[in-house]
């Protein structure tokens, strides 16, 4: 059986230009159509001034959102993004020390009767949780610390122990 017809029909590709959305664009108009419902929603059930101070919430999101669109992701440097990383990985280290000294006082506390190893065994899963945070965190302070501090990424430049001259 011969599947194929006899007439040959010329296809046209068809292009379909594509439009880049920008990850803030998408955010802000997400977030905006999930707020402006369950605002529409809560207004008629809320008190009065409730239905104020959530209207004026609505406005600053929908404000600041809109500011938040306007930058552009591509225009920001690695130099730039160094101090919010270095920041995250403080705060992860902070929060995962902080939450295991938390942990051990709340188990000193208000169990006393545990010894170490019965506290391990029944609360392993948050000492793993709060240490992977801490772990995680340091990841992320050695790998700004392993960073050059002199390279940009984004362009093309000659690294330093890559010149002849420095070779003296």
């Known amino acids: 059986m011969d599947w194929e017809s006899d007439t040959r029909v010329k296809k046209k590709a068809r292009t379909q230009a594509i439009q880049q959305y920008k990850p803030l664009v998408t955010l802000r108009d997400t977030e905006a159509l999930l707020r402006r419902n369950t605002v529409a929603l809560l207004m008629p059930i809320v008190p009065l001034s409730v239905e104020y101070r959530l209207q004026r919430a609505s ?9 938040l669109a306007e930058i552009d992701l591509d225009a920001i440097s690695e130099t730039e993004l160094q101090p919010a990383r270095i920041l995250i990985g403080l705060s992860f280290v902070g929060f995962g020390a902080l939450s295991t000294a938390l942990l051990l006082l709340y188990l000193s506390t208000l169990h006393p009767e545990l010894d170490s190893i019965a506290q391990i065994r029944r609360y392993w899963h948050q000492y793993i949780w709060f240490v992977c945070l801490g772990v995680a965190g340091l990841f992320v302070l ?27």
């Open 59 to 67: 406005k600053l999101a929908e404000e600041s959102l809109a500011e």
């Open 142 to 168: 050695g790998r700004e610390a392993m960073r050059s501090p002199h390279l940009d990424v984004s362009s093309p430049q000659k690294i330093g122990w890559d010149d002849e001259s420095s070779w003296q």
